[in-house]
């Protein structure tokens, strides 16, 4: 018995008389295109020529783990097109597979949809110079050009521009965070400088921010950066913080990080937070949108100054600051780019004496009064 050869083109010519489809008139009658997921699953190259409005790019990635990792429902309306209509249809027969029970393939692809002069938009996409400066991203699976384009359409703000913050502002302006927002209140002082490697000797007596965003600006033009030269309070801290999609807090004390806090539960914001104490620290990240806990959760009240003395009293290796920065650092790129495990619901310490890491996990406080009155009872984790 001899097995029958199939082509691919009898493979797709079959796959295209039993998958379901949508034509372009279908789905550009009445709201049809609003209603639906939409994936092109196009190389960066062909999306140069345009887009369908709203829709998400999937490139080298996998559309299975994409949908995973975005928690789409399984009967979510999906439409999935390429360029000609081909390459959808292999794509759709692996997500009914997995059970996503409603979702069809673009017949004829983003040719058929242009050439009836269907609505076009031009998507976001990566200058020559981007294309340079970020080539390995490019080259690094996981990243690639989607996950570049992920990180220059991110908006994150830093909260203290001091031991954390410098480190962690000057690594996201490196790796195209397309936004930075710096809050900060304070002036560069001579003990600064043995950690906070925006400002140098000649900054002392300047404004933190103001240093920051001419060092900044010189080192990677491409970002766009805003300061805020306030100190962040309960009172102000919804406003500064407004518009961001991730928080990253550099503060040194309780009453900011509460503040902050409030502000990520009210915005329905990702925070990433961290402290550091001599030559130790931890950090932790919080969704509390997503549900998991909120920095509350973790810490129903501040510890008494003589347990969390500041940096000032009691001094911190530069270093330390530096590395648990860069740990919040990869907390963010993990979060922007939709990678990794972040920590929600999971403090890691970290000891530079001992060179040695921990992990804690932590669940949403029952009876937590900055979330739960947020959360309306719900402590679900979503699944994905
Ligand atoms: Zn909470």
Same mark, same amino acid.
């Given at each position: 018995m001899t097995t029958p050869k199939h082509t691919i083109e009898d493979l797709i010519s079959n796959l295209g008389q039993t998958l379901p489809q949508v034509s372009p008139e279908e789905l550009s009658s009445g709201d049809e295109l609003s209603n639906v997921v939409l994936f092109d699953l196009r190389e960066p190259e062909l999306m140069r020529a345009g887009a369908l409005p709203g829709a998400r790019a999937v490139g080298q990635r996998f559309i299975e783990l994409e949908l995973a990792q975005q928690a789409i429902a399984r009967d979510a309306p999906i439409v999935l097109y390429c360029q000609a209509g081909r390459q959808s249809l292999l794509a759709l027969r692996g997500l009914q597979d997995l059970g996503y029970s409603n979702a069809r393939s673009l017949v004829g692809g983003f040719s058929a949809w242009s050439s009836r002069g269907l609505p076009v938009e031009q998507p976001v996409m990566l200058t020559d110079p981007e294309r340079s400066r970020y080539a390995r991203h490019l080259s690094l699976p996981r990243v690639g050009e989607p996950g570049q384009l992920l990180l220059k359409k991110a908006r994150v703000a830093v909260v203290g521009? $001091? $031991?954390?913050g410098a480190p962690i502002a000057y690594y996201l302006a490196a790796a195209g965070v397309g936004t930075l927002r710096l809050i900060d209140h304070d002036v560069v002082d001579a003990s600064n400088l043995q950690r906070q490697i925006l400002f140098d000797t000649a900054s002392v007596g300047a404004p933190k921010v103001e240093v920051a965003r001419k060092r900044l600006s010189e080192f990677n033009p491409l970002v766009a950066l805003e300061v805020r030269n306030e100190m962040l309070d309960t009172g102000n801290a919804a406003r500064l913080l407004e518009g961001v999609d991730i928080v990253v807090d550099g503060s040194d004390n309780f009453e900011t990080r509460y503040a902050v806090n409030q502000a990520v539960l009210a915005h329905r914001q990702t925070l990433v937070s961290a402290s550091v104490f001599q030559f130790s620290g931890q950090v932790y990240s919080f969704a509390p949108h997503l549900g998991t806990p909120c920095y509350a959760c973790l810490f129903p009240e501040a510890a008494p100054d003589s347990l969390a003395p500041s940096c000032s009293a009691s001094g911190v290796v530069g270093a330390l600051a530096g590395t648990v920065g860069m740990l919040q650092v990869m907390e963010v790129l993990n979060i922007i780019l939709q990678i990794g495990s972040p920590l929600f619901g999971r403090m890691l310490t970290y000891n530079g004496l001992k060179a040695e890491t921990r992990q804690l996990s932590f669940d949403v406080?029952?009876?937590c009064p900055a979330c739960q009155p947020i959360r309306g009872g719900s402590t679900e984790v979503p699944a994905g």
């Open positions: 521009t $001091g $031991g954390l406080n029952p009876s």
